[in-house]
C-alpha cells in the first residue's frame, strides 16, 4: 500500500499593537505604544515588526471577496487567493467553516484612535468613496455543499473534496475517464477480467478495486466503493499518485 501523503501546515500567532492619537487640528498622529522605561519594550516592539502575517479562521457566511474586505487586503480576494491557495484549493468560491487564512499584517482595516475620531472616520470614508475601484463583478462567494444527485453533482462534490485534501484533477479529465470505464452507472462491476478472477472486480464509476479504493480512500468520503463521491475520489488520489493526475489518464490504468 502506498505511504499516505502529509499536509502541515504552519501557524502564526496573531500578534496586536497598541496605537495613540495626537490631535493636530483635526488631523490624527498614530504612533505605537512603546514605553520608554520598559526594559522589553524594545524586544517586544521588534517581535512585532516581524510578525507579518495573521491567521484567520473563516466562518460561516464568509467569502473570500467580504474577508479581503473587511481586512483591507491590498489586491482585494484575488490576492488573498494567491497567498492562499494551497489551502482554499482549486475552486476560490468554496471555503468552508474552519478554514485558516494568512493574512498579511499591514492589510487591516482603520486603527482604533481613527475608529474613535468621528470627524477622520467621516473623512475617511468620503476618501474610500472616491478612491475605491468599482466593485469586482467575478468576486466569488461562498457556495453551499449541495450537489445534484447524478453525474454531474457527484463530479463537482468530488472536486471539491479533492480540492481540500490537494488532488488535482478537472472535470473534463474526470468525465472523460468515467465515460470510458462504467459510462456513468454508479453500479458498474466487471466480472471477467484478470481482477475479477483474482476475487477483486473493478467497481463504480471509474471501475476502482477494493484495494486500491482502501488504500487511496479519501477522509470524509463513504467507505462503500460504489458511492459515487468516494469512489470518483479515490480514483483520483490513486492516478495523481501513479500519473501525476487523472487528467494524464487516457486508456486502462
Known amino acids: 500500500m502506498p505511504a499516505k501523503g502529509k499536509h502541515r501546515r504552519s501557524r502564526y500567532g496573531s500578534l496586536t ?87 498579511a ?19 475617511a470614508d468620503r476618501s474610500e468613496r472616491k478612491t475605491a475601484p468599482a466593485a469586482e463583478s467575478d468576486a466569488p462567494a461562498v457556495e453551499t455543499a449541495s450537489y445534484s444527485n447524478d453525474l454531474d453533482g457527484w463530479i463537482k462534490e468530488s472536486l471539491a473534496v479533492m480540492a481540500k485534501h490537494g488532488i488535482p484533477g478537472t472535470y473534463e479529465g474526470i468525465h472523460r475517464n468515467i465515460m470510458r470505464e462504467s459510462s456513468g452507472n454508479p453500479r ?37 466503493s460504489y458511492d459515487p463521491v468516494a469512489n470518483i475520489t479515490a480514483a483520483c488520489n490513486y492516478a495523481a499518485d501513479r500519473y501525476g493526475s487523472i487528467d494524464n489518464v487516457n486508456g486502462p490504468y
Open 17 to 103: 499593537r497598541g496605537f495613540i492619537a495626537a490631535g493636530t487640528g483635526g488631523a490624527a498622529l498614530v504612533l505605537p505604544l512603546i514605553g520608554a522605561t520598559s526594559a522589553g519594550a524594545a524586544p517586544q516592539a521588534a517581535a512585532a515588526e516581524k510578525a507579518d502575517s495573521v491567521i484567520y479562521a473563516v466562518m460561516s457566511g464568509d467569502s473570500l471577496s467580504k474577508i479581503a474586505g473587511d481586512h483591507s487586503v491590498a489586491g482585494g480576494w484575488k490576492k488573498l487567493y494567491q497567498d492562499n491557495r494551497e489551502a482554499v484549493g482549486a475552486n476560490p468560491s468554496l471555503i468552508r467553516p474552519g478554514l485558516e487564512l494568512t493574512i
Open 105 to 123: 499584517r499591514g492589510a487591516e482595516a482603520k486603527t482604533e484612535a481613527e475608529a474613535e475620531t468621528p470627524a477622520s472616520s467621516e473623512r
Open 188 to 224: 458498474a462491476i466487471n466480472n471477467w477480467d484478470s481482477n475479477a478472477v483474482a476475487g477483486t472486480p473493478s467497481k463504480g464509476l471509474l471501475q476502482v478495486i477494493q484495494p486500491t479504493f482502501q488504500a487511496y480512500h479519501v477522509p470524509g468520503t463513504s467507505t462503500d
